[in-house]
C-alpha cells in the first residue's frame, strides 16, 4: 500500500485481479456485487467499495488478517450506516458451498493461500463450481494462481471444468509470478474492440492499466496431455481438504 494513497492499487497482480472490469456491461457496473475471498491487505475491498462506491463483502478465515487491515491498512470498519462494506469472518468453502449464496455476486475475486503461500488452499473442482454458482448470469470471476508447488494447468482445467473452456482466460504472468485466470458466466466473451474500447474508460475513469490488460488477455487452452513419468514425480500440492485450516496472503 501506497501510505498517501491507501485506496490506489499498487500491486500489478493486484490491479489484473478488477479485469472482470472489462467483461460488465458499462451500463451494468453500478450496483455490481462485489464479493472477495480472501481479504490479504484489503487492496481489492477497499477499491471496490470506497473507489468504484459498489456493494462489496469480504470473506477472511483469519480475524487477526482482518484487525491489521482495520488497524494499519485503512479498511472501514463494517456498520449499520454503510450497507455497502461486509467483512465476514469465516471459511471461504463454506461460504460459497451455502444456498443462501447462490447467486449472490457480480464479481468475485479468490486469493487464498496457506501461510506458506505454496499454492491456492482452495483449488479443487467442487470449489470452482460453488463460486460458479454464487456469481449471477452475467457475472465474473478472478482467481490469482500462484506459488511455488501450484500447477497452473491442473488449476485451470478445474476451472475450465466450472465454467466452460470457452468462457476462461488468461493472462501472461506478471514478473513477480502471479498468473491470473479470469473466468465468466451466462454470456460469450466481447470483441477485442469492444474490450479496448471499456479498457479506454477504465483507464480514464479510474487510472488502472486496462489498455494493458487487453493486450495480455488470451483464451486458455488445454495443454497437451504429457506422457507419464515411469518413475513418481515429485508429489505437488494436494487438493484441500475440507478441515485444513486457510489464511490469505497479501
Not at 515411469?230 to 500440492?237: E, L, N, T
Amino acid at each position: 500500500m501506497r501510505i498517501r494513497k491507501p485506496q490506489k492499487l499498487e500491486l500489478e497482480y493486484i490491479q489484473r485481479m478488477m479485469a472482470w472490469l472489462l467483461l460488465r456491461e458499462p451500463e451494468a457496473l453500478p450496483g455490481t456485487r462485489c464479493l472477495q475471498l480472501g481479504l490479504g491487505a484489503a487492496a481489492l475491498t477497499k477499491f471496490c467499495h470506497s473507489e468504484l462506491r459498489l456493494p462489496t463483502t469480504a470473506v477472511e478465515l483469519n480475524p487477526q488478517v482482518i484487525q491489521v487491515c482495520r488497524s494499519w491498512f485503512h479498511l472501514p470498519e463494517s456498520n449499520e450506516r454503510d450497507e455497502r462494506l461486509q467483512v465476514i469472518q469465516g471459511d471461504a468453502d463454506r461460504y460459497v458451498r451455502d444456498d443462501a449464496h447462490i447467486a449472490s455476486a457480480d464479481a468475485l475475486s479468490v486469493d487464498l493461500y496457506d501461510h506458506e503461500a505454496a499454492c491456492p488452499a482452495l483449488d479443487d473442482e467442487a470449489f470452482y463450481q460453488a463460486c460458479w454458482r454464487v456469481l449471477d448470469d452475467g457475472g465474473a470471476m478472478t482467481v490469482n494462481l500462484f506459488g511455488r508447488e501450484a500447477s497452473f494447468e491442473r488449476s485451470a482445467r478445474r476451472i475450465a471444468a466450472a465454467f466452460g473452456q470457452d468462457r476462461v482466460a488468461v493472462f501472461k504472468p506478471t514478473s513477480d509470478g502471479n498468473t491470473i485466470v479470469l473466468a465468466w458466466k451466462g454470456f460469450d466473451m466481447p470483441t477485442r474492440e469492444v474490450l479496448m474500447q471499456r479498457a479506454e474508460t477504465l483507464e480514464t475513469r479510474f487510472a488502472l492499466p486496462a489498455r494493458k490488460w487487453v493486450k495480455l488477455l488470451s483464451a486458455w487452452k488445454p495443454a497437451a496431455a504429457v506422457p507419464k513419468p515411469d518413475k513418481p514425480a515429485a508429489p505437488q500440492c494436494a487438493a484441500p481438504k475440507p478441515s485444513r485450516k486457510k489464511a490469505s496472503a497479501a
